[in-house]
């Protein structure tokens, strides 16, 4: 594999590096969408974010490297009563890279095609959907996604369970994964079922400001000419990160909310007229990752400001009076609940 | 005639040029849109290209309709079943390693090709699954994307020219042209560049000179500057400096920043450009007139000028000067996509099984009316037959070749969606009777229209107090007819509310996997607001703001101005809504339906 680019090495584009953030501290949140113009470094960032995470436990040998730790929602194997013997090894976080031509069968995996043609044996061969299990899949141009391949995943990411009853298969394995997409809206919109699947949303710009973008072109070009060098030289960064990451994970489940910045969600999200309580929901939980990536022991409306504007994007209902952008209505409803 | 010939010779010896460039370094440049018809000056090119080349490099060829399985290999099947193992097969990507990849009739591709080659001129290497198999390998290639396409707006897939530096336009050269560079000119030693381009310094202020020339043209992308220094760079390399040059600096303008650009720089007035543009590029050494001497508006807010101007303009202007003649109809062009975003004028793609362009197969039931794939059933039927044939009781006869319902593939296509044409009629008392009547009757010429395009129709009035849909989308060009004449005429202009219902119909067909196209007969002047209340000036206000939500929408429409003389009102309405304005005073039928027919000739060319 190539080498990727640093992820603290990308000049920039702060919503889209927090939103990562944010979702790989906290992978229940939903993923990321990140739509934006050509050559704003959608995809760098995400396959920078792939070398940042920390390593995880997982049971040696399974196909879907469950966690060794619990046994509810492992597969069929790990989830048995033999827990004492478990063998357990540390390994990188998958990050799945789910290509646009992909066959279906390469997605929920498949029949063993070798052992099928040398041995006559029936056995499966688990897809792109168990190598995510517990990691990242990433899918660029996601706009673009096949129909048939959208409702797979919308199917996987809602029951956290892949289900394979074909070509005399029938296997079931745990597939819970972070969902990371990106794509150019220019070139086709995203199928709302799928858009309200991700918990953030990110639109990235060029930016305006020049000094930003030479900066940007210049550490591109450094990299293009040497790669080892370039990520030598950010090596310590991308530790210190990588330890945020790692300290935040541990913290989020001890983060407190008090009952009064949950009021003003509820009033900023009523404010929205945003569709459900995903919204909130999301919102919260977001408010939960940003404090615990500062370390702060309880989650304030300053958190959930953060954080706001990729966690309601897209839930807006949109009005056709109304000519704002979604960006500026979520701020002026900001400032009104803030007070 | 000398000025023709003086042009041809700049545009070949660029193009030479951008050949060499690409020889020197060809993953780094993404390669070349190359808009030519085939004949001698392409396949001239395309020698000089491969003559560059390192010694064995790869030289492939992709075909406009080529498959996932070809670009990204994949299952060898009879390689697999012969020997009984798993044989993967390297697709075209891997193979054009070190090469270059040259795609046919590349206005044609489809966007998942496309995807896949831009990912590996991207990464350099391309990470697929297929087959069972999981494929990675180095593709570190360029893509020389020939562009017959005719049309303007039938250009390769934007992923393409994104990642490519140079863009030519060899269309106008003849082989006459050739002869006055190549032959006589020594060939740069480009083995001797590539080994001295990694050595090459660059200047400080180089990135930031070529980042500022973007911002400039409207090159917002940041592939564009990382390109040109790229560019720049092979340049300076093939004319054996250590160090890139102004002279390099301007050449990569010129040749990768200048086709992209969007707009002309603000301290120039677009008119001024236009006329400089024309005599100015036969003589690219000479910068056209001086920009510092041309005195603009100091009232003018905008930011990027004081950049500009402090800035070595050299590099500027030899993007500048590197702008075609029509430049300004270009740029139109170039913005234009840019604020339609996806909306084309043609039917939005949809996947479909049972007509149009084949993409592929999937799992299927072939008795509902679709086509079944033999090739792909039998691919998936191959690896289960000796399974199969242990399974089978002995005494029943044994076919030869066990299919189950599993393995039928059935064929997918993609298809163009069909229209829908929402007629929006103004029929109140401003557009007095007999001008109804017109509307009437041309909405009557564009049914039959749609009835022959197999196009939907609906149709919806604006009277009184509010907007009644006459006719939800159909195709029955009776009961269209039927209401039409109904239709009474007189009151207040509820043209907010009008344009409002119009647009609500538009998602619904656009939910229904239609395109839909919104045809506005109004003179522009709304009396009544969407509360059903009287007062001009509030129900022209909300009219505005209707509008605009139409422009949001990206919905295709046209606006029929049928007032007795053209109203500034309904022009700006059109322009509210970013519709095409027809003046159309006194508005005759047969009018109105040529009017509608010049704005959508790719309905009628998609259906075929």
Redesign the interface.
């Known amino acids: 594999?190539?080498r990727p680019f640093p992820f603290t090495a990308i000049v920039g584009q702060e919503e889209m590096k927090n939103a990562l953030l944010v979702a790989a501290v906290d992978p229940t949140l939903g993923g990321v969408l990140i739509f934006g113009?050509?050559?704003?470094?959608k995809?760098t960032a995400v396959r920078a974010l792939a070398q940042l995470l920390p390593e995880m436990k997982a049971v040696e040998g399974c196909p879907y490297h469950c966690d060794p730790t619990r046994t509810a929602g492992a597969c069929q194997k790990c989830s048995g009563d033999n827990k004492a013997k478990i063998a357990s090894h540390m390994i990188p976080v998958p990050v799945v890279?789910?290509?646009?031509?992909?066959?279906?069968?390469?997605?929920v995996g498949?029949?063993?095609?070798?052992r099928?043609?040398?041995h006559?044996?029936?056995a499966f061969?688990p897809?792109?959907l168990a190598r995510a299990h517990r990691g990242f899949l990433y899918i660029?141009?996601v706009n673009?996604l096949?129909?048939?391949l959208v409702d797979l995943l919308l199917d996987v990411a809602a029951s956290g369970e892949n289900v394979v009853e074909?070509?005399?298969l029938s296997v079931r394995h745990p597939a819970r994964f972070v969902l990371v997409g990106s794509g150019?809206?220019?070139?086709?919109?995203l199928r709302p079922q799928l858009l309200d699947r991700f918990g953030l949303s990110v639109d990235v710009k060029?930016p305006?400001d020049?000094a930003m973008?030479?900066e940007?072109?210049?550490r591109?070009?450094a990299f293009?000419?040497d790669p080892a060098a370039f990520a030598a030289a950010f090596a310590a960064d991308e530790e210190r990160l990588r330890k945020k990451i790692t300290a935040a994970k541990k913290l989020v489940p001890t983060i407190d909310v008090e009952d009064e910045t949950r009021r003003r969600v509820a009033e900023l999200c009523v404010a929205l007229g945003t569709d459900g309580l995903r919204g909130e929901l999301t919102l919260l939980r977001a408010a939960r990752s940003v404090a615990a990536l500062e370390k702060a022991h309880t989650a304030t409306m300053t958190h959930v400001k953060a954080i706001a504007m990729p966690a309601l994007r897209h839930r807006l209902r949109r009005n056709?009076?109304?000519?704002v952008g979604s960006g500026v209505r979520i701020e002026r409803a900001l400032i009104e609940v803030m007070g | 005639m000398a000025d023709e010939n003086a042009r041809s010779a700049v545009i070949w010896k660029d193009a030479l040029v951008a050949a060499d460039l690409i020889a020197v370094d060809p993953a780094?440049l993404g390669g070349v849109i190359l808009r030519a018809g085939p004949g001698p000056v392409r396949d001239a090119w395309l020698a000089r290209l491969r003559a560059g080349l390192p010694k064995g490099a790869p030289v492939l060829r992709a075909p406009t309709d080529v498959g996932?399985g070809e670009?990204?290999g994949g299952?060898d099947l009879s390689a697999?079943?012969s020997s009984?193992?798993?044989v993967a097969q390297r697709g075209l990507l891997a193979r054009s390693h070190g090469g270059v990849l040259i795609v046919a009739m590349a206005e044609r591709l489809a966007?998942?090709p496309a995807?896949?080659i831009a990912?590996a001129v991207?990464?350099?290497?391309i990470?697929?699954?297929?087959?069972?198999l999981t494929i990675?390998s180095e593709a570190r290639l360029a893509v020389i994307a020939i562009d017959e396409g005719l049309e303007d707006d039938d250009r390769p897939p934007?992923?393409l020219r994104?990642r490519t530096a140079f863009q030519l336009d060899l269309r106008g050269l003849t082989h006459r042209d050739l002869g006055m560079q190549g032959g006589d000119q020594p060939r740069p030693d480009i083995t001797a560049a590539r080994s001295r381009l990694?050595s090459i310094i660059?200047p400080d202020s180089l990135?930031?000179v070529?980042?500022?020339t973007?911002?400039a043209l409207g090159v917002?992308?940041?592939?564009?500057?990382?390109l040109a220094?790229?560019a720049a760079r092979a340049a300076a390399a093939l004319a054996g400096r250590d160090v890139i040059s102004d002279e390099d600096s301007a050449l990569a303008a010129r040749l990768v920043i200048a086709p992209r650009a969007l707009h002309l720089p603000p301290a120039q007035a677009p008119d001024d450009e236009q006329a400089d543009a024309e005599p100015g590029t036969p003589e690219p050494e000479q910068p056209p007139e001086d920009q510092d001497s041309d005195q603009s508006p100091p009232d003018q807010p905008d930011?990027?000028k004081g950049?500009v101007r402090t800035l070595d303009d050299t590099v500027l202007e030899a993007a500048l000067a590197a702008l075609p003649p029509g430049l300004l109809a270009q740029l139109q062009v170039n913005a234009q996509r840019?604020r339609a975003?996806?909306t084309g004028k043609v039917g939005?793609a949809q996947?479909t099984v049972k007509r149009g362009r084949p993409i592929g197969a999937?799992?299927g039931d072939p008795r509902s009316g679709v086509r079944l794939d033999l090739l792909h059933t039998l691919r998936a039927a191959a690896?289960?037959q000796?399974?199969r044939k242990?399974t089978i009781a002995e005494d029943i006869a044994r076919p030869s070749l066990e299919i189950r319902r599993?393995d039928f593939r059935i064929k997918r296509f993609r298809d163009r969606k069909q229209t829908t044409t929402i007629f929006l009629v103004d029929a109140s008392g401003s557009a007095a009777l007999e001008r109804l009547g017109e509307a009437k009757g041309a909405v009557e010429l564009l049914l039959a229209d749609c009835y022959i395009r197999r196009d939907e129709v609906a149709l919806i009035a604006f009277r009184g107090v509010g907007a009644d849909i006459l006719l939800p989308p159909t195709r029955s060009l009776h009961r269209a007819k039927k209401e039409l004449a109904a239709l009474p005429g007189g009151g207040g202009t509820p043209l907010a509310a009008g344009i409002?219902a119009a647009?609500?119909l538009a998602d619904e067909v656009r939910r229904k996997g239609r395109t839909p196209t919104l045809v506005l007969i109004t003179d522009g002047r709304a009396n009544v607001t969407r509360e059903g209340l009287g007062g001009r000036a509030q129900a022209q206000d909300e009219a505005g703001?209707?509008a605009?939500?139409i422009r949001?929408?990206g919905l295709r429409t046209l606006l029929v101005d049928n007032s007795n003389r053209p109203e500034p009102r309904a022009g700006q309405l059109a322009d509210d809504m970013g519709a095409l304005y027809l003046p159309l005073p006194r508005a005759n039928s047969q009018m109105i339906s040529n009017a509608v027919r010049a704005s959508a000739p790719a309905a009628q060319a998609v259906r075929r």
């Open positions: 594999m190539a113009d050509r050559g704003t470094g995809s890279d789910l290509p646009l031509g992909a066959t279906e069968d390469r997605v498949a029949l063993d095609i070798e099928a043609l040398a006559g044996e029936k061969e897809g792109l660029d141009e673009l096949e129909d048939h074909r070509e005399g150019n809206p220019e070139e086709g919109e060029t305006t020049i973008r030479v940007a072109v210049k591109r070009d293009d000419r056709p009076l109304d000519e | 780094g996932d670009l990204l299952l697999t079943l009984g193992r798993t966007q998942t995807a896949h990912a991207d990464a350099g290497e990470v697929a699954e297929r087959d069972g990675c934007a992923a994104e990694a660059t990135i930031e070529l980042c500022t973007c911002a917002g992308s940041a592939r564009a500057p990382l220094l790229k930011d990027d950049d840019l975003g996806q939005e996947n999937r799992r690896p289960w000796r399974l242990r599993d409002m647009g609500l703001i209707a605009r939500s949001a929408q």
